[in-house]
């Protein structure tokens, strides 16, 4: 895909949004596609270009050790100290899962490893059970009886080899390493331990995970059947359950710092957590309610189009126009469309549509159909998109005025507006079109267009900055255990369906989020599921800039922009 100067600025903050101050970040090429937008609107008041050079561009407007071009090596922002310990080498952290299976191990890893990496942590996961898959294949629960020294000693060095790779991986250059294994007796943890140990500044977190009862784990594990690498059948999981419980400790005080969760999170344990990494994850930790057993599916939807949109500006808190006023109807009628009334989304996602009522058309009398899979794997599919039976759902929205107007027709169990949910902050450029902006202030234009994620709008808001702010949003989505439905903005959807996918943050920037299209997503442990509905399809239509109000759909899927 190619780069060009058009490009950069013209295909996503079409949202709208205030101004705040705020400094400067780096740039990396970015990607994109030939597209120019004509804004109505005739170029703000002012000086000539010169008077750029006095905006507060800071240091995003300037290349920087992410561009392949900058040879200068002194210009690469290396953290010196990961746990700010006076590490010469620089600090890293090893976090080490322990419990039993089906004890939610893989979840809480998976989970930790894709928000540490959505705040900008270069962190993988290391799973041991995926080590003895590729050496040895799937066993049954035998292969675990602790009276076989040979497949202990097997287990063993295939734990040592995963962990001896999660040591190299942190010395070549990543932050945070997760070792996800059941980890369940003592002179295990002591192997881990000794073997951290030899690391100048590398120091170890223990998560131990504690399910009370046997059937839930049972249930737990039949439930990511598909998935588990291990699980079997019952009675095999019982057999190898029976194995590890006979030689399971748990941690003591003098194994170091630790967090233990009981029962999916009812209650905590914390011990020497200190410093900000620990607490973070600690925090984050503490959120996760028993979210690896609840069928919880979360649905995101862009507002409607509002008439800064149809009039090809960024910025502002304008209302819905009529075809934006028509998606928010279409949006209201499809989540009551059930004989019991309003559904509360609470099919699996394999379910499949058991009303006999027709499908609710939209105003155009349009109905509403699925949208094609952007990413290979993802399943876009109406009719088994899940629909709706038992009350009302929860319902976020952000402040602006589209976000509003758009849930106003959703009959609400819960209705919550966030100012964290408001889409991108344009700063100077705030009501002016793309055009204007290339006119106005060529030097952000190019800026930008290098560089889509880390780029700042001069007093307005870079990508980075809204991952920031939307940080409590994901420590309250984690909480929840019912439905919720998002009205939000295109670069805050963007910025949760990565968290949420786990994609690579380079990519955030070029994510589709089509607007009138309501998409469902089922997080599970090993994964996220997803859907796609498309609610109205408008076709033509657009402002006097010539631009259709659904430009930002013209993009083939995840890789373009």
């Given at each position: 895909?190619?780069?060009?100067?058009?490009?950069?600025?013209?295909?996503?903050?079409?949202?709208?949004?205030?101004?705040?101050?705020?400094?400067?970040?780096?740039?990396?090429?970015?990607?994109?596609?030939?597209?120019?937008?004509?804004?109505?609107?005739?170029?703000?008041?002012?000086?000539?270009?010169?008077?750029?050079?006095?905006?507060?561009?800071?240091?995003?407007?300037?290349p920087?050790?992410?561009?392949?071009?900058?040879?200068?090596?002194k210009?690469k922002?290396?953290?010196?100290?990961?746990?700010?310990?006076?590490?010469?080498?620089?600090?890293?952290?090893?976090?080490?899962?322990?419990?039993?299976?089906?004890?939610?191990?893989?979840?809480?890893?998976?989970?930790?490893?894709?928000?540490?990496?959505?705040?900008?942590?270069?962190?993988?996961?290391?799973?041991?059970?995926?080590?003895?898959?590729?050496?040895?294949?799937?066993?049954?629960?035998?292969?675990?009886?602790?009276?076989?020294q040979?497949?202990?000693?097997?287990?063993?060095?295939?734990?040592?080899?995963?962990?001896?790779?999660?040591?190299?991986?942190?010395?070549?250059?990543?932050?945070?390493?997760?070792?996800?294994?059941?980890?369940?007796?003592?002179?295990?943890?002591?192997?881990?331990?000794?073997?951290?140990?030899?690391?100048?500044?590398?120091?170890?977190?223990?998560?131990?995970?504690?399910?009370?009862?046997?059937?839930?784990?049972?249930?737990?594990?039949?439930?990511?059947?598909?998935?588990?690498?291990?699980?079997?059948?019952e009675?095999?999981?019982?057999?190898?359950?029976?194995?590890?419980?006979?030689?399971?400790?748990?941690?003591?005080?003098?194994?170091?710092?630790?967090?233990?969760?009981?029962?999916?999170?009812?209650?905590?344990?914390?011990?020497?957590?200190?410093?900000?990494?620990?607490?973070?994850?600690?925090?984050?930790?503490?959120?996760?309610?028993?979210?690896?057993?609840?069928?919880?599916?979360?649905?995101?939807?862009?507002?409607?189009?509002?008439?800064?949109?149809?009039?090809?500006?960024?910025?502002?808190?304008?209302e819905?126009?009529?075809?934006?006023?028509?998606?928010?109807?279409?949006?209201?009628?499809?989540?009551?469309?059930?004989?019991?009334?309003?559904?509360?989304?609470?099919?699996?996602?394999?379910?499949?549509?058991?009303?006999?009522?027709?499908?609710?058309?939209?105003?155009?009398?349009?109905?509403?159909?699925?949208s094609?899979?952007?990413?290979?794997?993802?399943?876009?599919?109406?009719?088994?998109?899940?629909?709706?039976?038992?009350?009302a759902?929860?319902?976020?929205?952000?402040?602006?005025?589209?976000?509003?107007?758009?849930?106003?027709?959703?009959?609400?169990?819960?209705?919550?507006?966030?100012?964290?949910?408001?889409?991108?902050?344009?700063?100077?450029?705030?009501?002016?079109?793309?055009?204007?902006?290339?006119?106005?202030?060529?030097?952000?234009?190019?800026?930008?267009?290098?560089?889509?994620?880390?780029?700042?709008y001069?007093?307005?808001?870079?990508?980075?900055?809204?991952?920031?702010?939307?940080?409590?949003?994901?420590?309250?989505?984690?909480?929840?255990?019912?439905?919720?439905?998002?009205?939000?903005?295109?670069?805050?959807?963007?910025?949760?369906y990565?968290?949420?996918?786990?994609?690579?943050?380079?990519?955030?920037?070029f994510?589709?989020?089509?607007?009138?299209?309501?998409?469902?997503l089922?997080?599970?442990?090993?994964g996220?599921?997803?859907?796609?509905?498309?609610?109205?399809?408008?076709?033509?239509?657009?402002?006097?800039?010539?631009?259709?109000?659904?430009?930002?759909?013209?993009?083939?899927?995840?890789?373009?922009?």
């Amino acid at each position: 895909m190619t780069s060009s100067a058009s490009s950069s600025f013209s295909e996503e903050e079409e949202e709208e949004g205030a101004t705040v101050s705020s400094g400067g970040d780096g740039h990396s090429q970015g990607r994109g596609q030939d597209r120019t937008e004509r804004g109505t609107e005739e170029v703000r008041d002012g000086d000539d270009d010169g008077d750029e050079e006095k905006l507060n561009i800071g240091f995003g407007s300037d290349p920087s050790w992410t561009d392949k071009k900058n040879k200068d090596s002194k210009a690469k922002p290396e953290r010196k100290d990961l746990l700010h310990t006076g590490s010469s080498k620089g600090g890293k952290l090893v976090v080490v899962l322990v419990g039993l299976p089906g004890s939610g191990k893989t979840y809480i890893a998976r989970k930790v490893s894709r928000y540490l990496r959505w705040i900008s942590y270069r962190t993988r996961v290391f799973s041991l059970a995926k080590y003895r898959l590729e050496k040895v294949g799937t066993k049954q629960a035998s292969f675990f009886d602790p009276d076989n020294q040979i497949n202990y000693q097997m287990r063993v060095k295939l734990m040592m080899l995963a962990v001896s790779e999660a040591m190299q991986y942190l010395n070549r250059d990543g932050e945070i390493a997760i070792i996800d294994g059941t980890n369940y007796c003592r002179s295990r943890r002591d192997l881990i331990r000794e073997r951290v140990s030899r690391e100048e500044g590398f120091e170890i977190l223990w998560i131990e995970s504690i399910i009370s009862s046997d059937d839930e784990r049972v249930k737990n594990a039949a439930r990511n059947n598909h998935n588990s690498p291990d699980y079997m059948d019952e009675n095999d999981f019982n057999l190898r359950m029976h194995f590890y419980k006979q030689q399971y400790e748990t941690l003591g005080d003098d194994e170091g710092s630790y967090i233990r969760t009981h029962d999916s999170g009812k209650s905590l344990n914390l011990h020497m957590i200190n410093g900000f990494l620990r607490t973070k994850i600690a925090s984050f930790v503490m959120n996760l309610t028993a979210l690896h057993t609840a069928n919880r599916p979360i649905y995101m939807t862009r507002a409607g189009e509002t008439q800064f949109i149809k009039r090809g500006l960024i910025g502002g808190d304008s209302e819905l126009t009529a075809s934006g006023i028509e998606f928010a109807k279409a949006l209201g009628d499809f989540l009551q469309y059930d004989d019991s009334g309003f559904s509360c989304l609470l099919n699996t996602a394999s379910s499949t549509a058991t009303s006999s009522k027709p499908r609710p058309q939209s105003a155009t009398g349009d109905t509403p159909t699925s949208s094609t899979a952007s990413t290979p794997g993802f399943e876009y599919d109406f009719d088994n998109f899940g629909l709706l039976h038992g009350g009302a759902i929860n319902v976020w929205t952000s402040t602006m005025r589209s976000a509003r107007e758009t849930a106003a027709r959703i009959k609400q169990n819960k209705y919550v507006e966030w100012r964290a949910l408001r889409e991108i902050e344009a700063g100077v450029c705030d009501g002016m079109s793309y055009d204007q902006i290339k006119v106005r202030f060529p030097q952000e234009y190019r800026a930008r267009m290098k560089d889509k994620l880390r780029y700042r709008y001069p007093r307005g808001e870079s990508y980075f900055d809204v991952i920031t702010r939307l940080d409590p949003v994901i420590f309250e989505l984690e909480r929840q255990k019912e439905p919720l439905l998002i009205v939000g903005h295109l670069a805050v959807l963007r910025c949760l369906y990565a968290y949420f996918l786990d994609l690579p943050i380079e990519e955030l920037p070029f994510l589709t989020i089509n607007s009138n299209t309501l998409i469902r997503l089922d997080p599970k442990a090993y994964g996220c599921k997803e859907k796609r509905v498309k609610i109205v399809n408008q076709k033509g239509g657009g402002g006097a800039g010539g631009h259709d109000s659904d430009y930002e759909e013209d993009h083939a899927g995840r890789g373009s922009a």
